[in-house]
């Protein structure tokens, strides 16, 4: 009686850690929002770029002017997809660019995955850099990435071990994946002790990665390109001081800092603060000489 007692003890506290980490991975799942808009005035061709697990990307690809032209990968934050970045296709296209929207695994109209971590991001976004190189329309030697939150630390990661990235461009990355989840522990009134502490061990152990092994005010200090950190003075979900912090920490590569008027989602990407974007981007990544805004283009799959 006291052996079946104990056993049926000892299933029951393991059940119990089995909700438990099951309400953990459904409390951080990313909410799905399919893009609604797609790229206007320009011409663009909707593209599935396998990447990891046999998953496939969704993306739109806007072409530049020649096959030479230098190719910006665009990778949205946690719960967002392609349509958030447009914003950012007219000007850096006639910039003379070509551009890459994705949406990572989990996102947008991309394939559904098990989880979705900043590891994962990272393992699309350099998926979508390999598939570009290997594009039979463009010779795509020359490419910069931009991203957005999740997607700017991905990027980070990403520039962290490649050399084949010309210019990253960050924009409100948090410093350390722990400081984002004790705030979002805070938020819940979750108490860091015992609770909280579990969850942040167990979610390093399903992304398989510490995260001091990922953090961008660490990757940071590997970069092998140039980077320009942009953030929003009136960031409430990721502080201005974590730019502040991923920025003291670089280690002798190109490194500017931009914070400009916004919050962590929104942006005034009027001609004055998009005007220091340009400036980096053509510095480190000189478009082709022929620029042009291509007529409204039909979808191609």
């Known amino acids: 009686m006291h052996v079946l ?27 799905r929002q399919p893009s609604t808009r797609t790229p206007t005035g320009l011409s663009w061709f909707r593209v599935h770029i396998p990447t990891c697990r046999n998953k496939r990307l969704h993306g739109w690809h806007i072409p530049g002017a020649t096959p ?3 190719c910006i990968v665009i990778l949205h934050g946690w719960g967002g997809n392609a349509e958030v970045m447009l914003p950012l296709a007219s000007p850096l296209h006639a910039a003379g660019y070509a551009l890459l ?7 947008g109209s991309s394939d559904p995955d098990d ?21 039979p329309a463009g010779n795509y030697l020359q490419i910069a990435v931009i991203g957005h939150s999740v997607g700017a630390g991905a990027a ?28 979002w522990l805070k938020s819940r009134r979750i108490p860091y002790w015992p609770l909280g502490a579990y969850i942040l061990h167990y979610v390093q152990h ?13 990757v940071i200090r590997h970069q092998t390109c140039p980077v320009l950190l942009i953030h929003g003075r009136d960031d409430t979900t990721v502080p201005p001081d ?45 478009p082709s000489p022929t620029s042009y805004q291509a007529a409204p ?4 799959d």
């Open 101 to 107: 929207f994705i949406e990572a695994r989990n996102h």
């Open 68 to 70: 030479d032209t230098p």
């Open 5 to 31: 007692s104990a056993t049926v003890l000892i299933a029951s506290i393991g059940l119990g850690w089995l909700g438990l980490n099951h309400a953990i991975r459904r409390s951080l799942e990313a909410p």
């Open 206 to 218: 399903v992304i398989g990665h510490r995260f001091d092994d990922i953090a961008p005010c660490h």
């Open 297 to 300: 283009g039909r979808p191609t």
């Open 242 to 286: 974590d730019a502040t912090c991923i920025f003291a920490n670089g280690n002798g590569i190109p490194l500017e800092l931009l914070l400009i008027p916004g919050s962590h989602e929104h942006f005034d990407l009027d001609e004055e603060n998009i005007a220091p974007l340009l400036a980096f981007l053509h510095t480190h990544l000189p």
């Open 115 to 135: 989880f979705s971590s900043l590891p994962r991001f990272a393992e699309d976004l350099e998926h979508a850099i390999d598939w570009l190189r290997t594009r």
């Open 156 to 183: 980070l990661l990403a520039g962290s071990h490649r050399q084949d990235i010309r210019a990253l461009v960050s924009i409100s990355a948090f410093a350390h994946p722990e400081r984002m989840m004790r705030r």
